[in-house]
């Protein structure tokens, strides 16, 4: 074939192809068999493969992937990608609706029309076609960046990688690509024959897989997507997002077919509890719904507030709950000696992770909920995250099921426990118990206290065994010798142990304080104590009446403190480490910027920051009265993404907590 024939060939075969693909996994309505579609596929391939030239941009091929990249690029958009508000229940969409109405200045008796969208639970991604071509695709990242993941989303089927109709000359669709929960299924099962780490569920294994360096891979995942908003576009107007997504689905993206348009907000809300509901008959996961102003005046009128739109909100569905049968009741032993019963059970699918333990917290709750073993139960996740127990299924009894007492010796060092006034829990007393030993150690070591690198759960159990160390002022006189009989240890690494431990007697105060170990006493309490009393010496000193006089400490934590006092094994632990040179004074006792806006706020930094380091912006953010976590929850008021931010800002974007780049951190100090 000459060069002419062969371009068109070409034209003709790349039209062919994403017109089948779009018919297949776009409108669900194939029109050529498989065969044929092969046919047409490999002819191209070979006409490619004989003119590489001539390949063009939106060709077929590009979807099973491209050579292994060793990083992505990073992509700023043109436009940047919002997140979303929660609602988690119908008065808090009310809510919603009031507080636009009002900054509207509307009358709060004229309704305002929504459109209602499943709220995919997938990895958002924005594409970019310039005249018409996919020439751009990346991830969210901060809002402002993401990542180029170009030729990982060329290879989802439903991703046109050529507009259809006649496309504006730019313009930027967001969406997001999830996977499907049988595709999730069949690749955990293929993961699992390997001997490969499962995915958790189906939103991590879409991430996972945009977020390939080898896009290759990608195309093996089978994912799918759907677009629900615009970016920068150019050359077209419009006066609604029901025409937003008009304009999405005639150039050939995938839009959703269950996206409603209601006329006020009492319809969304029936929207949202009917997809409650209905949820688990969709083929993809949701987490909840998406509720969006449809009037685009209404939406550029509202404006956002940081990084969330004020004329939308995402409602999240209630934790779901599944049904399961408990298999054993287990007793663990804390740090501080608490025993905590805990219910293992059949392993079960809940909200997209497998749980198969959850905690009943003591002994009063198991008679409250009267759960027993062999009982078929309730469960779900408790703030997403930590499974729960929330009732029986006593109909289902058979009579077989066993009551559950509590030991009266502790299960791992056979020390009688007790139960002290007024607590629901029962306590191992023995303070050389191996458990509470580990647990302690493992305290002491972590990252927000003595952060000990080389000191792991496999290490703190041989230590604890071959009887090593007592407490964690005895790690201070460990010899390499006997390190280095330990198993899988070899000198070198014993050396690296001795270094870390060395380096971390220069931890500051507040981490000293908070490596102890005190019941109630958490990192930020901590730092309370150490900017009010700026010693050891001093917090030890101090009364009850006086700690409980401190702003943020209460009864509960100030008899904690003085109780660790009273313990002679407290003590004694402070002396060791104080005979080893820890003993640090609290730098500056600061006080709050007066008036500063963010006061009280928590902030959680993810990333790396390019003005100072991480731990220059905490001091900066707790100097002015603000409060700083490692970790996101529903509490974080403010998640700072610098470079490279990982699963912090991810769970951000998930609890629709704000989301700052570095800039607007530095604008608001
Ligand atoms: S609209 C300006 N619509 O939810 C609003 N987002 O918390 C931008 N999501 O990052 C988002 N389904 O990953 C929108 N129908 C939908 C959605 C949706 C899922 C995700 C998206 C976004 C996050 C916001």
Known sequence: ??????????????????????????????????????????ELQELEEQFPELRRPDSPTQRVGAPPVEEFGTVRHRTPMLSLGNAFDFEELRAFDE???????????????????????????????????????ATRGDGTTGEDVTQNLRTIRSIPLRLHGEPPPLL????EVILARDEFERLNKRRRRAGEAEFANPRNAAAGSVRQLDASVTAQRRLSSFFYALGAVEGVSLGTHQDELELLKSLGFLVNEHTEAVPDIEAAGEYCRRWGERRAE?????????????????????????????????????????VTVVEDIVVQVGRTGALTPVAV?????????????????????????????????VVQKAGDVIPEVVRVLTERRSGAEREFVMPDRCPVCGSPVARRAGEAVLRCENPLCPAQRRAHLKHFASRNAMDIEGLGPALIEQLVENDLVAD???????????????EHMAEKSAQNLLDSLEASKRRGLPQVIYALGIRHVGAHIAEVLANHF??????????????AAIPEIGETIAASIVAFWSQERSRRLVEKLRAVGIDPRAETVTEA???????????????????????????EVKRRGGRTSSSVSKQTDFVVAGEKAGSKLQKAEELGVTVLSEQEFLALL
């Open 172 to 175: 930027e669709a967001r969406g």
């Open 472 to 486: 964690a002022g005895d790690l201070y006189g460990l010899k390499l010798e006997q390190l280095a009989g330990l």
């Open 534 to 547: 700026g010693s050891l010496d001093a917090l030890a000193g101090a009364s009850q009446e006086e700690l």
């Open 1 to 42: 074939m000459d060069r002419k024939s062969a371009a068109q060939r070409i034209a003709e075969l790349t039209r062919l192809i994403n017109r089948a693909d779009h018919l297949y996994y776009v409108l669900d309505a194939p029109e050529i068999s498989d065969a044929e579609y092969d046919r047409l596929r490999r």
């Open 345 to 377: 059970m059949k392993p079960v699918l809940v909200d997209g992770s497998v749980v198969s333990r959850a905690t009943l917290h003591n002994e009063d709750e198991i008679a409250r909920k009267d759960v027993r073993i062999g009982d078929t139960v």
């Open 593 to 619: 910027t007066p008036g500063w806006a963010y006061a009280g706020k928590t902030f959680v930094f993810t990333g790396a920051l390019q003005a100072m380091p991480r731990a220059q912006a905490e001091q």
């Open 282 to 322: 969709l083929p993809y996961e949701i987490d909840g719904v998406v509720v969006k102003a449809n009037s685009l005046a209404v939406q550029a009128a509202a404006g956002h507030v940081s990084r969330s739109p004020r004329w939308a909100i995402a409602y999240k569905f209630p934790a779901e709950q599944q």
């Open 99 to 137: 507080r636009l109405k009002r900054r509207l200045g509307r009358d709060l008796d004229a309704p305002i029309e929504y459109i209602c969208e499943l709220k995919l639970d997938g990895l958002a991604v924005s594409l970019t076609y310039e005249e018409g071509v996919l020439v751009r695709g």
